[in-house]
């Protein structure tokens, strides 16, 4: 279970993760969850707007910050991912830092707007069936399987500055807008 999704469930039963292969992944989750850029940039480009960031719970240890966190469509505000992450705040400059524990940008945004070189590294992809507080954070009824990856996001000297789980509520499929590449 990685970490910041055990976070989530300290003292609670975990929910059950199947891996899934990238190329099994299912439209539109694939297009979503598989590459290396981060799932703000994606689903920004998806939607074809920005997205904002509802922070959900927060914890900070020293230099480390995790949180539950939930991105909305900024225009009616339907959660499109649910995430669990842990930051290494040492990575980021004080201006970057400051916007990190303010909680109110999210984090791909973040790190785009603030030009930080990083590389993003899917660990692995995966199901898992909705649980009571994953449903109610995504507005979905019942048992529906959500798809999702567990992502790290590397910087300078191979340090990693974040650690994410990633979960999608259901999706239609659509055609995914690309986004410009990060140079």
């Known amino acids: ?3 910041p999704l055990a976070r989530c469930y300290e003292g609670l039963p975990t ?3 199947t891996v899934v292969e990238p190329e099994q992944m299912p439209a539109p989750y694939r297009e979503l969850l598989v590459h290396d850029g981060t799932m703000t940039q994606t689903l920004e480009g998806f939607l074809g707007q920005r997205l ?3 922070v959900l ?3 900070r240890r020293g230099s480390s910050l995790w949180r539950q966190v939930l991105l909305t469509e900024s225009v009616g505000g339907r959660p499109v991912e649910l995430g669990a992450i842990q930051i ?3 990575c980021f400059d004080e201006q970057a830092r400051t916007l990190v524990l303010e909680g109110r940008v999210p984090l791909g945004r973040l790190l785009e707007d603030s030009r930080l070189e990083y590389t993003s590294r899917p660990e692995c992809f995966f199901w898992t069936e909705a649980d009571a507080a994953m449903s109610e954070a995504l507005c979905v009824t019942g048992a ?3 798809f999702g990856r567990w992502n790290r996001l ?3 000297g191979e340090r990693v500055m974040a650690e994410v ?3 999608l509520p259901p999706l239609e499929a659509a055609p995914v807008r690309r986004v410009a590449a990060r140079k």
Request: overall charge negative.
């Open 52 to 54: 904002a960031l509802r």
């Open 165 to 167: 789980v990633e979960l």
């Open 1 to 3: 279970m990685p970490e």
């Open 144 to 146: 529906q399987r959500l």
């Open 57 to 59: 719970a927060q914890e």
């Open 88 to 90: 290494d705040l040492t």
């Open 15 to 17: 929910p059950r993760l």
């Open 154 to 156: 590397v910087g300078e």
